[in-house]
């Protein structure tokens, strides 16, 4: 158990829905980052946050946003869901920016978008 | 943008062989890391490398970054079958706060 929580565990939509997928960090973790593991893909960063403050953007779609809160645990939400959408998304924490910071792993979000 | 690159994508090893994955980086890094990911589970790290020609040993697992910054290997000697799994390498850039992680190399083991 890496101490970081993620919910739903499982999401089955329609295309054109929105959603919204939590996570909660760490404690003490002040990053947050959201990574897109399509099947047979490696881990696609998406967005990362610290202490509230947005710290780095990937390839992150338009119709994809995400925040982090004053308590420190982030959503990412997800809007006009396509087909190509359905994916694993994974959140990760660590203490602090820097990249050299270990990341510790949620068990993930499977969403399934029919 | 940096990318990173992983090969072999797959590697199907007898049990008691060893193996090695390759990680390979268009720009020097800063820093790679390791990951590895089980069947159904969640990344895990494995280890950092900081120096150039930094090599760390985890049991049967060592770990190589090259001397130019841009290219890292993990070795895994006597393969078992807890060694399944997905290995992804992750590095950043001098000026990039986010790691670029590789496609992974998916490990079977033959028992």
């Known amino acids: 158990d890496s101490g970081v929580t993620q919910t739903p565990k499982h999401l089955i939509t329609a295309t054109g829905q929105r959603v919204t997928l939590r996570c909660s960090p760490r404690?003490?973790?002040?990053?947050v980052y959201w990574y897109q593991q399509s099947l047979d893909q490696g881990l696609q960063f998406l967005i990362q946050y610290y202490n509230g403050e947005e710290r780095a953007k990937g390839n992150i779609l338009e119709r994809f946003s995400a925040q982090q809160f004053p308590d420190l645990h982030s959503e990412l939400n997800l809007s006009s869901l396509e087909l190509g959408d359905s994916a694993l998304y994974f959140c990760?924490?660590?203490?602090?920016?820097?990249?050299?910071?270990?990341?510790?792993f949620g068990p993930g979000t499977r969403l399934t978008v029919l | 943008g940096q990318q990173v690159m992983q090969i072999p994508q797959y590697q199907h090893v007898q049990e008691g062989e060893d193996f090695t994955t390759y990680c390979n980086s268009s720009t020097t890094l800063s820093n790679i890391q390791w990951y590895k990911q089980r069947p159904g589970g969640h990344p895990v790290f494995l280890i950092q490398l900081v120096k150039s020609g930094e090599v760390k040993k985890q049991k049967r697992l060592t770990f190589q970054f090259g001397e130019a910054k841009k290219n890292s290997s993990l070795h895994i000697t006597a393969t078992q079958t807890t060694d399944v799994g997905t290995y992804f390498c992750a590095g950043s850039a001098s000026n990039d706060y986010k790691l670029s992680f590789g496609a992974g190399t998916t490990v079977t083991v033959r028992a």
């Open positions: 990760a924490s660590s203490v602090s920016s820097g990249r050299s910071n270990e990341q510790f």
């Open positions: 404690s003490g973790d002040l990053s």
